[in-house]
């Protein structure tokens, strides 16, 4: 076994895995697997560049991972930085602290190398059994940009569009500075108008239609899970291959839009960074459930996390 790291940054969230991985397999032994909300993507749509004080909670987060990274003794690491790190100006500045604390360089990649990670990651213990019928279409809903890819045991095609919950947020929510609570009907209609518009971009390449099974993935999805469960906390196990029906997405996601900041925070397996972003996320994964017809969508834990981890284990053959 091979004991690995694996690092994924993203425009709303930072996250760690560190697992023993088999080389020969592929197959992962989680020994800490957490996630830190940093919100690095904060205002990079409208100034395309990191903020500072967003670089700060970032850092501070890596500096965290890199005391637990070598409690465990990870003897590979690779930190991957999606959608926000991506589209900024000032990106430079993030990698060179990110080498500073850990060591490694962020890997900046693009959203087809995102896409891929992120199929790896949800499908390969799916592979192993016949009850969910291909293709999949894996549905990687970030805070910048949102992943879709439809694959059978490999991926056959891919495309990364700028529709993630934050963007989608700051974007049409916002006014003032300040996340409308709730949005008006013409707010709502404006976000759902530009998400529509990027599947239609998103159709271009990826056949949408053609997937048999829908896998979701990302803190939207998995809160939208836990929503449904009414589950008293966030559950990992119980949210990981929970299936959510068309009309339960749908009933969770016009109550977010209209509830208040306050009552969206008294749901008990509600991150508090995904308060104001959750209504956003929550719509995004309506509307390809509505574009491809999906009477349900597969919940899935396992992402571009284990993607990234999974490759580590590969280099080590």
Not at 13 to 36: C, F, K, N, Q
Not at 156 to 173: F, N, Y
Not at 223 to 247: F, G, K
């Amino acid at each position: 076994m091979t004991r690995v790291a694996a690092v994924d940054c993203g425009t709303n969230s930072i996250r760690l895995l560190v697992a023993d991985a088999d080389p020969a397999t592929g197959e992962l032994v989680d020994l800490d697997r957490r996630m830190t909300i940093v919100r690095l993507g904060q205002g990079v749509d409208r100034t395309g560049r990191l903020a500072p004080e967003a670089l700060q909670r970032t850092f501070a987060a890596c500096r965290e991972y890199a005391g637990i990274i070598k409690e465990h003794g990870a003897e590979r690491l690779r930190f991957v930085a999606t959608s926000a790190s991506r589209d900024a100006e000032n990106r430079d500045e993030f990698v060179r602290g990110v080498l500073d604390i850990l060591g490694a360089e962020p890997e900046v990649i693009s959203g087809d190398q995102e896409a891929e990670f992120s199929f790896t990651g949800a499908t390969k213990e799916l592979a192993g059994g016949d009850h969910l019928p291909k293709p999949y279409l894996v549905v990687d809903i970030g805070g910048g940009s949102t992943e879709f890819v439809v694959g059978d045991d490999r991926v056959r095609a891919a495309r990364s569009v700028d529709i993630g919950c934050v963007r989608m947020t700051e974007r049409h929510l916002v006014r003032d500075g300040v996340v409308s609570d709730p949005p008006s009907e013409e707010q709502v209609a404006a976000m759902r108008a530009d998400i529509e518009a990027a599947l239609d971009l998103a159709e271009e390449t990826v056949p949408l239609r053609e997937a048999r099974t829908l896998v979701g993935l990302a803190g939207s999805v998995t809160t939208v899970s836990a929503i449904a469960q009414e589950l008293p906390e966030y559950d990992s196990a119980a949210i990981h291959h929970s299936r959510v029906s068309h009309d339960r997405v749908r009933e969770i996601t016009e109550w977010l839009l209209r509830s208040t900041h306050a009552e969206r925070a008294a749901v008990p397996s509600m991150h508090p960074g995904r308060v104001d972003v959750i209504a956003a996320g929550a719509l995004v994964l309506l509307s390809i459930m509505e574009r491809i017809g999906a009477e349900e969508v597969v919940v899935s834990e396992h992402d571009i996390l284990d993607g990234i981890a999974h490759s580590c284990a590969a280099e080590a053959r």
